[in-house]
């Protein structure tokens, strides 16, 4: 029965029957009016990604809080690796979402301090619920809070620097400047530049724009080949329209000055 209504749907909903594509259409913004309100009243994590949307979305990029552990382990292993001949590095774990990230690179930085800032309160709850030790604190992620805890030798932005990926190809968009604008991407780069020591790495992965198309450039050079070729063709310039890729789009970035 519930089958046949929806075949019936799809087949009227572009019909020539204006009515009925008119009731149609009203019958699919109630449904989804109620599927939304449903999943406000009954889960957190979309009450928190609202919430940022209407109110916080100056400082908001990624919306989504799927994560996993060890999500990238070569990225870890090269940052690690740099840093085997030098102090254990201050690390800031940018938009850490639900503590995966944070937990991941204690293993690889045993005796680091580990900065996880989150903008979503549902996901830095969980943060907060973690028993990692002393070395490790949670805070909410604000330009202000993030200064207050650095400066940092190691920041990873790692799936946070877009926006909803996958809707995007998805539906063949060319040009972000109304959905996530390139100038978005500078701002929260240079923010981050300015607590990064020298000699510190800045790790930007799965990203829809890159650092060498920001003014901060000349700063930074890639370390090694760990590059993020693999995120899809949906990537983006200064102008925010989507940009032919040629060569690597590198993920590690030494500071210079």
Same mark, same amino acid.
């Given at each position: 029965?519930?089958?046949?209504?929806?075949?019936?749907?799809?087949?009227?909903r572009r019909g020539e029957n204006k009515i009925l594509r008119f009731g149609i259409g009203v019958f699919d913004a109630v449904v989804q009016f109620l599927r =939304?309100?449903?999943?406000?009243?009954?889960?957190?994590?979309t009450r928190?990604?609202?919430?940022?949307?209407?109110? $916080? +979305?100056?400082?908001?990029?990624?919306?989504?809080?799927?994560t996993c552990l060890d999500r990238y382990p070569e990225i870890f292993a090269a940052a690690r690796d740099y840093f085997l001949d030098k102090k254990p590095p201050r690390i800031l774990s940018?938009?850490?979402?639900?503590?995966?990230? =944070?937990?991941?690179?204690?293993?690889?930085?045993?005796?680091?301090?580990?900065?996880g800032a989150e903008i979503?309160? $549902? +996901?830095?709850?969980?943060?907060?619920?973690l028993t990692l030790g002393d070395r490790v604190r949670f805070i909410e992620s604000t330009p202000e809070n993030i200064a207050a805890q650095g400066p940092y030798d190691l920041i990873f932005c790692m799936a946070v620097l877009q926006r909803t990926p996958g809707t995007i190809q998805d539906k063949q968009i060319r040009d972000l400047k109304k959905i996530y604008p390139f100038e978005k991407f500078q701002q929260k780069v240079e923010e981050l530049d300015g607590l990064l020591n020298k000699n510190g790495l800045l790790v930007i992965h799965m990203s829809q724009y890159d650092l060498?198309?920001?003014?901060?450039?000349?700063?930074?050079?890639?370390?090694?080949?760990?590059?993020q070729n693999y995120y899809g063709p949906y990537v983006f310039g200064p102008d925010s329209k989507i940009k032919t890729i040629t060569g690597n789009r590198h993920s590690i970035f030494v500071k210079d000055c």
């Open positions: 029965m519930i089958r046949r209504f929806k075949k019936w749907l799809a087949r009227h =939304v309100t449903w999943k406000l009243i009954t889960n957190r994590d928190s990604i609202y919430y940022n949307k209407m109110f $916080n +979305s100056k400082n908001i990029h990624q919306t989504t809080s799927s940018f938009g850490c979402s639900t503590g995966e990230e =944070v937990v991941t690179l204690c293993r690889y930085f045993p005796n680091s301090e580990i900065v979503n309160q $549902n +996901s830095l709850r969980i943060c907060r619920s060498p198309d920001t003014d901060l450039a000349p700063r930074y050079h890639p370390y090694g080949d760990w590059n």
